[in-house]
């Protein structure tokens, strides 16, 4: 009786692993702007396309995106987040989003290009799911060059109002070096969104201005992320917790796992795109 138990646990086991494997690295967003769900646009509504890596997703993260369509009843609202995306890997599905022709765009990328330069386990997850080559090894040179890239063809290819955000925060210590490179990669992308006449969007700012006005002691650091990241899946769906628990109980105000968000973080995301809509459309 004992050995068939063990057998039965350890299949449910396995069957759970994959499924949560294929969620995190393969699933995208019911309302990715694949084929089908191109061919159901309305031609007669605008259409925003909300671009970006794991904190567009939201399957793993709080679902700001999901709070823009409910906010904004008028627009068609496809997401074009994926999880562990870099601006490499942005580029290279960045005709789904040409494709549909929106009158909006707003991108966050850049938190996997930042992390792939402090932890090479990172940096070797993002290439054993196939974001970026083997033999390719992110840094601020192609994260500028791709960044570049991606504002360039969807300023040539779509007539888009675009909107860029700055990173957010990679652990809740300011003085992480993870974080001193992000605030350098958010310094060029406000650049850019000057230069280019794009609306920027402060997310760092904002998160920063949060944290300072709310100071508390950290018990993880940015080493532990993937740790914590595994942590925060099982939590939510084996154990049906939301995002906001797994950050109390990590002792976090914004993140549950150093590089997500949760609903304070990913609702500032949400005012901020909120007013970027009401503005420009």
Known sequence: MFWPLVTGFLIILVILYIWLWQKITRDKPRNYPTLQNRQKLNSSKKILVCFGDSNTHGNVSYNWVSDIETAFQNLQVLNAGVNSDLTYSLLQRIDDVIACQPDFITILVGTNDVSATISQELANSFKQINRIPQEMMPDYGSFKSNYQEIIDRLKKETHAKIAVMSLPLISEDLTHEANIKADIYSEYIKAMAQTQHLSYLPLREKLKDYLQANPQPLKHTFDETLKLLIFSIINHY????????????????????????????????????????????
């Open 238 to 281: 084996i154990l049906g917790k939301d995002w906001d628990y797994t950050s109390r109980k990590h002792g976090y105000q914004l993140t549950p796992d150093n590089i997500h968000l949760n609903s304070v973080s990913g609702g500032i995301i949400r005012d901020l795109v909120k007013e970027f809509i009401s503005v420009t459309q």
